[in-house]
């Protein structure tokens, strides 16, 4: 035991994730039929590239999180996110079954 509690092994933490099933598996995606393809090739590009400078001016301390948040996700609504998630959705419940 260590002065900050029991000192525990790699193959512990191993036993500990594995009892409690914490590791998951990794979720491979969905197959997009052809218009659900078409509509993800169309918004996600210019989406994903607005998300990501977002975040950077975010992480970065540019911009403000709480500034000017409704006005962002305004933007990606105008962008196409709502018809992405409208077809990954429909391709995810075809694929792996409605949420129960």
Same mark, same amino acid.
């Given at each position: 035991m260590s002065a900050?509690?029991?000192?525990?092994?790699?193959?512990?933490g191993i036993a500990m @994730?594995?009892?409690?099933?914490?590791?998951k598996d990794e979720f491979s995606g969905?197959?997009?039929n052809a218009e659900e393809?078409?509509?993800?090739?169309?918004?996600?590009p210019s989406l994903l590239t607005y998300m990501t400078e977002m975040q950077?001016?975010?992480v970065l301390?540019?911009?403000d999180v709480n500034i000017g948040w409704d006005a962002y996700k305004q933007r990606l609504t105008d962008m196409g996110y709502d018809r992405v998630i409208e077809v990954m959705q429909?391709? @995810?419940?075809?694929? @792996?079954?409605?949420a129960q």
């Amino acid at each position: 035991m260590s002065a900050n509690g029991p000192t525990r092994s790699r193959s512990d933490g191993i036993a500990m @994730y594995e009892e409690c099933n914490c590791l998951k598996d990794e979720f491979s995606g969905v197959a997009l039929n052809a218009e659900e393809k078409a509509i993800y090739d169309r918004y996600w590009p210019s989406l994903l590239t607005y998300m990501t400078e977002m975040q950077q001016t975010r992480v970065l301390g540019a911009r403000d999180v709480n500034i000017g948040w409704d006005a962002y996700k305004q933007r990606l609504t105008d962008m196409g996110y709502d018809r992405v998630i409208e077809v990954m959705q429909a391709a @995810y419940e075809r694929q @792996y079954g409605a949420a129960q």
